[in-house]
């Protein structure tokens, strides 16, 4: 058996809007989208840079009391500072503004409208893995 793809689904109450909140904010594109009879998203693909995630509507969305839940969406990106600004414009929040980092990277986490952490980041510096560690053990 060999793994030939993975993306991330994720569930929203509202996946219209979530798609148009991805299109804005990653400059995305939509690669397909599909309804059932009453016109619920049950699949619809997006794409930015070689990034791939689906959206859907759903019932059984509970993302964690606090904030988003335990899943966290990496995305690497050429200029987190301009994708952050680009996701609190369009009705996204930070929880931890992008900053240098001593491991080598500059990143932030930010929460979609829908629910979903992301972590928007750059390299930053060529590291070796001791030192990375070395680094973030001082955290």
């Known amino acids: 058996m060999a793994v030939q793809r993975m993306y991330p689904r994720l569930v929203v109450h509202d996946a219209d809007a979530a798609i148009d909140f991805y299109l804005a904010a990653f400059d995305a594109e939509l690669v397909e989208r ?14 930015a840079g070689g990034a791939e995630w689906a959206v859907k509507d759903g019932d059984h969305v509970d993302p964690a ?27 996204g929040r930070v929880l931890f503004p992008v900053t240098d980092h001593d491991y080598g990277q500059r990143g932030g986490r930010l929460a979609d ?6 972590m928007v980041a750059a390299h930053a510096g060529d590291l070796t893995p001791e030192q990375i560690q070395e680094r973030t053990g001082r955290l």
């Open 65 to 91: 009391p606090s904030g988003p839940g335990a899943v966290i969406l990496a995305l690497e990106v050429d200029d987190p500072d301009a994708v952050a600004a680009a996701m609190v414009e369009h009705g």
């Open 34 to 47: 599909y309804t059932d009879g009453s016109g619920a998203v049950v699949h619809a693909l997006l794409r």
């Open 113 to 118: 409208p829908f629910g979903h952490a992301w």
